[in-house]
């Protein structure tokens, strides 16, 4: 028997005094190229801040908010949240600021000294050397970069009381070395290729290059796919209306760049009120559209986003460019999102060193700014660029799994592409037992942000030889193979737990090993298709046939905004986060079901397009008459 020991005795004490001190973040070796020189003068002062964490980023919380707004039955569907709703929602607790402050005065400093920022983003404080090694239990040193003898303060590891861990994501000066780094030092150039195309995203496939004679006629599809066959295929025939309150943005990484003369090549041979017309260029951190390099591998995948999604929504729409990144050192998904999210960046201080690039870039011809929440998101963003999952930490890829959320919970639709690698990750790669990349590994390797379950991801579909644009379409197995799978991170989320189930039941993937998660517990993806083979693109002065999921997001993303001109002509909101609705009985039958391809990858066939959702083809590909119908029904 246990002797009942009464818990009020516990209760006396407060809880600072008995709360252990815990090693909140230590740095395991500082980047290459600096060495640590010698312990930094006590009365020197540091700028303290502290990150305070955000309350409402699991994953359950995020699927519930978005459901509200986004879920066809939802007698709040359309109505989304403002840019400062979501910031206030998502900022931290005053218990947060409570505690934090309340820590920091019981060690000392006097209330007058401690600042909290307007959003209760950070806790501010000057104090000098040996104050701050006091009350974070560390020590202070000051690093030098060995080639430009600029100068660095940090500490190796810091310490926090438990019951304040909970409300801190981060302090800074302490281990970071972000702010400073210069430009392409070893440690960072090939990390940062990561966000960018060529190592290791998806990128678009060249086979042939052509003579320029195209026809209006859709009799050659199963050869070349033009705007007409697009149309033909999926029923596009819509001229915009609301085309000044409505937006579409196509998101490009430097140095990947269009030539204007390949635009109007295009708009010549496809939609002459298109010549001479050009997408309204957004630069974000120093995003240039760069006309020194010319090569398919840099002009490729810009000229095929932007030369269809021109062509599909027609002259009457503009399209945004957001050019994301400076010729040094470019930039990845989560510098876009501090530019779309002020909060975001501003909260969060700032990137990880390791896998984003960080502005201001100090380097000569660096972009000197640091774009901040400076832009206003389009109502559907097409991203034809992507990582590995595995490449990137659960936490990292949750950060930013979650700021796909808010701006959907904002009404933005997020595209991105499968992946063109089957169920391998980019340059084919698989992975081992423990989850690392490698070229002979066996176990599937998905795409973030595709396996992200608040973003709708989007695979590849042919026309088959010999077939006309009224017959179905298979998955894509000419060049590429449409990206699918699941996730080793990310939950299956509700809307999509009956698809998938149905799945599973009925056409089980016969695989014995653990090569993909097959609990049926997590997100499985794409969500949709669409062709994704053969399109004739004006590259560098050639018409080329190019291949790629590349290809199918930035003609998803056109019907989308297509439909958001069909809304907001009626006064109805955009459409915003698609997934819970697509998936809903409302929109049964709006998809072409794709019921014949596989997608092969990791020395096998990888999962068979079937009836139903696959995780190949996903839902199927658009019926835009349909989706029309459905989607001017919501309110
Ligand atoms: C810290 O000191 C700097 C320089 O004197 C000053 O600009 C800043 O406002 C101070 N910050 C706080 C939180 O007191
Ligand atoms: C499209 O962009 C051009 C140039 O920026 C602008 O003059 C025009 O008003 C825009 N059209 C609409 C419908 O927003
Ligand atoms: C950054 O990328 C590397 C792979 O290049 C990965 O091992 C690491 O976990 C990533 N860091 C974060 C914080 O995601
Ligand atoms: C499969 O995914 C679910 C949901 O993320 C997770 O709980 C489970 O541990 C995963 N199983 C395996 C074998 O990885």
Redesign the pocket.
Same mark, same amino acid.
């Given at each position: 028997m246990l002797a009942l020991i009464p818990l009020t005795v516990a209760g006396l004490v407060t809880a600072q005094t008995l709360s252990p001190l815990v090693q909140h973040s230590k740095r395991h070796q500082h980047p290459g190229g600096w060495s640590r020189m010698r312990r930094h003068a006590p009365d020197a002062v540091l700028p303290l801040r502290f990150g305070l964490s955000q309350p409402n980023v699991d994953m359950n919380t995020l699927e519930e908010l978005l459901n509200d707004v986004s879920h066809p039955e939802s007698p709040n569907y359309g109505m989304h949240w403002s840019p400062a709703r979501v910031a206030e929602h998502f900022a931290p607790s005053d218990e947060a600021v409570h505690a934090v402050t309340s820590w920091i005065r019981e060690n000392g400093f006097a209330a007058e000294r401690v600042h909290v920022s307007r959003t209760k983003g950070w806790v501010k404080l000057n104090a000098s050397v040996a104050e701050t090694e006091a009350l974070l239990r560390t020590e202070y040193h000051v690093y030098m970069h060995e080639s430009s003898g600029q100068e660095h303060v940090a500490c190796e590891a810091y310490n926090l009381p438990a019951h304040i861990v909970p409300h801190v994501e981060l302090i800074q000066p302490t281990i970071d070395f972000d702010s400073i780094l210069p430009k392409r030092s070893a440690s960072t150039s090939t990390?940062i290729a &990561?966000g960018q195309p060529g190592a290791g995203t998806v990128s678009p496939k060249m086979t042939t290059t052509m003579p320029a004679i195209f026809s209006d006629s859709v009799a050659n599809c199963d050869n070349e796919i033009t705007p007409a066959c697009l149309r033909a295929l999926y029923g596009l025939y819509y001229l915009p209306v609301a085309t000044a309150d409505n937006s579409y943005g196509i998101v490009e990484y430097t140095p990947q760049a269009y030539v204007p003369a390949d635009l109007d090549m295009f708009a010549k041979a496809f939609g002459p009120s298109l010549v001479h017309a050009r997408p309204t260029l957004v630069s974000i951190d120093g995003g240039v559209v760069q006309q020194t390099m010319k090569s398919f591998d840099y002009d490729g995948e810009s000229s095929l986003d932007l030369e269809y999604a021109m062509n599909l929504v027609t002259a009457s729409q503009n399209i945004t460019l957001y050019q994301v990144g400076d010729l040094q050192i470019g930039a990845s998904f989560n510098n876009f999102l501090d530019a779309l999210d002020g909060a975001f960046c501003s909260f969060e201080g700032g990137d %990880?060193p %390791?896998?984003d690039s960080i502005y201001p870039d100090t380097a000569p011809g660096g972009y000197q700014g640091w774009d901040c929440g400076t832009t206003k998101p389009a109502n559907v963003i097409s991203t034809s660029y992507g990582y590995n999952e595995a %490449? &990137?930490?659960p *936490?990292? *890829?949750a950060r930013q799994c979650a700021e796909y959320a808010k701006l959907g919970l904002m009404g933005v639709t997020f595209l991105f592409s499968s992946g063109d690698n089957g169920v391998a990750g980019n340059s084919g790669q698989c992975l081992y037992a423990d989850g690392s990349p490698y070229t002979y590994g066996t176990i599937f390797n998905p795409s973030f942000p595709s396996t992200c379950p608040f973003v709708t991801a989007v695979g590849a579909t042919q026309v088959n030889y010999g077939a006309k644009v009224t017959d179905p379409e298979s998955a894509c197995q000419q060049v590429i193979y449409s990206g699918g799978g699941f996730s080793n991170y990310f939950a299956i989320p509700d809307y999509q737990k009956g698809a998938v189930g149905n799945y599973l039941a009925a056409t089980p993937p016969p695989y014995d090993g653990e090569v993909y998660n097959k609990t049926g517990m997590s997100r499985a993806y794409p969500d949709i298709s669409a062709n994704g083979a053969n399109y004739v693109v004006a590259i560098d002065d050639q018409f080329a046939l190019v291949f790629g999921t590349s290809a199918s997001t930035p003609v998803v993303g056109a019907i989308l905004t297509m439909i958001n001109d069909a809304r907001l002509a009626k006064g109805k909101s955009t459409i915003g986060f698609i997934n819970p609705a697509i998936y809903a009985p409302g929109f049964r039958g709006a998809f072409n079901d794709i019921v014949s391809g596989t997608n092969p990858g990791c020395g096998t066939s990888g999962f068979t397009a079937v009836k139903g959702f696959d995780p190949v083809t996903g839902l199927g590909t658009p019926s835009f008459p349909k989706l029309l119908e459905a989607w001017l029904k919501l309110e």
């Open positions: 990390k &990561l %990880d %390791d896998n %490449d &990137l930490s *936490a990292y *890829a």
